[in-house]
């Protein structure tokens, strides 16, 4: 059974930095592209980042080009997400997805950035 949890998310204040990671299980993580979508407030969730199996490439919404990393351990199953530079429109749920046959998604975590 595919489970994604993920944890990190928080309060920060504008220009602050968060770390999100995703803890993953049910699956042999290290064959599946990952990413991380994000839900704001009245809005749909939108693709935040991508990368592949090994890592190697990584996709980014222009929004949070050069201000949020995404990568992956796959020694420990586990995504990250460093989002450097937090404006108030990072404000969102945060959630971990993959697609093993069907798409599995994390419960979320919430970002809120607030000054």
């Known amino acids: 059974q595919v489970q994604l949890v993920e944890s990190g998310g928080g309060l920060a204040q504008p220009g602050a930095s968060l770390r999100l990671s995703c803890a993953a299980s049910?699956?042999?993580?290290?064959?599946?592209?990952m990413n991380w979508y994000r839900r704001a407030p009245g809005n749909e969730r939108e693709l935040v980042a991508g990368?592949?199996?090994?890592?190697?490439?990584?996709n980014y919404a222009d929004s949070v080009k050069g201000r949020f990393t995404i990568s992956r351990d796959n020694t420990k199953s586990t995504l990250f997400l460093q989002m450097n530079n937090l404006n108030p429109d990072d404000t969102a749920v945060y959630y971990c997805?993959?697609?093993?046959?069907?798409?599995?998604w994390g419960q979320g975590t919430q970002v809120t950035v607030t000054s």
């Open positions: 997805h993959t697609l093993v046959g069907s798409h599995y």
């Open positions: 049910g699956f042999t993580f290290k064959d599946y592209p």
């Open positions: 990368i592949s199996s090994s890592g190697t490439f990584t």
